[in-house]
């Protein structure tokens, strides 16, 4: 049955019924459901992975986690908390799968990739849907939520003979990329039963960013890019070619490994040039600053602006996705190591440059420019005069366009900080423990639907061994593109 035609849920007497917050509300990330998939060389117990986590979803201040989602009378989207989690509504959804055999010898779990010695496509990530989702299922978006009493967290636990593939499963309106780092540290914490260092999450019975949805307070100052913002007309230009290569045009999905071997002495060598052209400008040159990301970033967007042939004029437009939980600490948020904001609370940098400087220039401009937009457009006045622009706006967006109805749009979401390749699981390992054997990730990927950005990378994190992932859908052929791209760059 289609889901418009699906009955939505009743409400159940004794749920604790919440609003959405502000950036909860959205089709930015009600339009997404997401799976993440950990793989360990180890055999995992998965009573142990799923009372760990339900025991975090149980505590005070995250049975959010827990929550149903349900339109009330009035068409409005609400949480519904139950007052106590059982058998028949439990904290998290939960599947096991025990194939019994090697994970090389599985039609799936074989095609897992490995780096290899130099950056390269390694996978498409689409392969491993079967691991992790349920048989058979097409994500769709919060509407999977609203006609079932599913939980907004769930977990799937695949097992091998030899590896492990764990998914944690969620409607995006549960949290974001830095909102789920809160969530597998608290988890991480009560696998290894230090329930003491679980914190408390701020409180949602109050959106903390209500003052910045409602413009209840002024902003002091005008965005940096308020010149550059796209008028209505260009709007329509920009959508009919980046909304056409979303929406209707057939995409690929892959994964991109770049080994440390590689973007190490890319990233030095950039710091290297920008010191020396510090020295040269009579600047003090250890006041450079770039992060591995940086470079990373900027040398993704050479890879994919290098193999379009692009007319040198055209503008790049480069987004970044940020979150505002450090600009907003002591103002509307608490202090994050005291009461973290598990949910969603993102906003924007954008890089504006020509495809000719993105190709021509040193790597070293590039990252820097990606720097120097963080910088500028990532303080709190910035983030308060980007949605007041957003409010005032009257497209219905809940997003401003910068750059011009021509320019080609590539965008970043950046999970290193969630450290999802930095998680121990240990203490679920099976057989004989070695507490000096860290059991971590070896692969991490994500999965979401249905709405898939073309040519918006997630950049997953950097494995024990150095090397960088990073991911991304793109229209049909131009990937067989991006990998000629590598073979001249490397």
Known sequence: MPFWRQPTMEP???????????FEDSWLVQGNNMAVSLVFYAVLDPEILRESLEGLVKR????????????????????HIPAQFSIGRPPISFAHVNHGIPAALHPTASRIPKPQDRPCVVSDPDDLEGLAWEPGYKPNGINDYLTSDLPVLGLRVNSFTDKTVVVLQWQHAAFDALGMQYVVAGWSSMLWGKTAEVL???????????????????????????????????????????????????KENRMVCIP???????????????????????????????????????????????????NPERTVATSIAMSLRRSFEGDLLPASTEHPYVGNAFGWANVLVTAGDVTSKPLSWLAQQVRCAINEQGTRAQHEAYYAMVRTSGTGLPIIVFGD??????????????????????????????????????????????????????????????????????????????????????
């Open 12 to 22: 159940i007497p004794g749920d604790r019924v919440v609003p959405l917050h502000f």
């Open 405 to 490: 109805g021509g320019m080609a749009q590539v965008g970043f979401s950046n999970w290193s900080k969630a450290g999802l390749f930095n998680l121990d699981f240990s203490p679920a390992r099976q057989g004989p423990k070695d507490d000096s054997m860290p059991c971590r990730p070896s692969y991490v990927q994500e999965n979401h639907g249905p709405v898939k950005p073309a040519d918006g990378f997630f950049i997953l994190g950097k494995d024990e061994k150095g090397n960088y992932w990073t991911s991304a859908c793109r229209v049909k052929g131009q990937w067989a593109k991006f990998e000629e791209q590598l073979k001249d760059l490397t």
């Open 60 to 79: 005070e201040g995250w049975q959010r986690l827990g929550g149903r989602l349900r339109k009330n009378a009035t068409g409005k989207i609400e949480w």
């Open 260 to 310: 440390e071997t590689y973007w190490r002495p890319q990233w030095e060598k950039a710091v290297d040039e920008l010191c020396t052209e510090a020295t040269a400008n009579g600047e003090d040159p250890s006041k450079v600053f770039l992060t591995e990301n940086d470079v990373l970033t900027a040398w993704i967007l050479r890879c994919v602006v290098g193999e379009m042939g692009m």
């Open 200 to 250: 408390i999450p701020c409180g949602i019975n109050s959106d903390p960013f209500h003052s910045l949805a409602q413009g209840s307070r002024p902003t002091t100052e005008e965005h940096v890019l308020t010149d550059r913002r796209v008028g209505l007309g260009g709007l329509l230009r920009w959508g009919l070619g980046y909304g056409v290569d979303m929406l209707v045009r057939a």
